[in-house]
């Protein structure tokens, strides 16, 4: 089963530990939303915006049973029919302690947060009806040191 973006049911909220999206210079998110694959027992929750410049947004994507925090940058640019191209670049993933790259479990992981990020995006612009594409951008490529 792919990743799906969804409201989190009161009964979902029972069964995951969300302790692991605290953030320590963070309040705790509210948990209403997320991007989940069941049958990887994958998830992606978007914690916070930076206030200044470039705007990082900050996620925590739970990936066998370890915590990541992708930084990501959201960029547009507008195509010569009026519609825009949104960009999100993936500029860092803070990674657990014994978390080894690179290894095939890097790179798993890296398909899988591009995955989950490009459902989330994909709903975060779908009710605006300004966009033509959406581009994921992943720096770390297969078996780069990050």
């Not at 998110?29 to 989940?36: H, V």
């Not at 739970?62 to 990541?68: I, N, S, T």
């Not at 009806?129 to 990050?146: L, S, V």
Request: proline letters at 5%.
């Amino acid at each position: 089963m792919p990743f799906v973006n969804e409201l989190i049911s009161e009964e979902e909220k029972n069964n995951f530990d969300f302790s692991v999206i605290d953030v320590s210079y963070q309040i705790r998110p509210k948990l209403y939303k997320w991007t989940i694959d069941r049958e990887r027992n994958s998830f992606l929750i978007w914690v916070r915006q930076d206030r200044e410049p470039p705007h990082h947004h900050t996620y925590v994507f739970v990936w066998k049973g370890l915590r990541f925090e992708p930084l990501i940058r959201y960029t547009s640019e507008k195509t010569a029919n009026g519609k825009l191209i949104q960009t999100c670049r993936i500029d860092n993933v803070c990674l657990p302690q014994n978390f080894l790259v690179p290894s095939k479990d890097n790179d798993e992981m890296l398909d899988a947060l591009e995955e989950a990020l490009l459902v989330e995006t994909t709903a975060r612009y779908q009710e605006f009806d300004n966009t033509e594409e959406i581009r994921i951008e992943n720096p770390f490529n297969k078996g780069a040191q990050q």
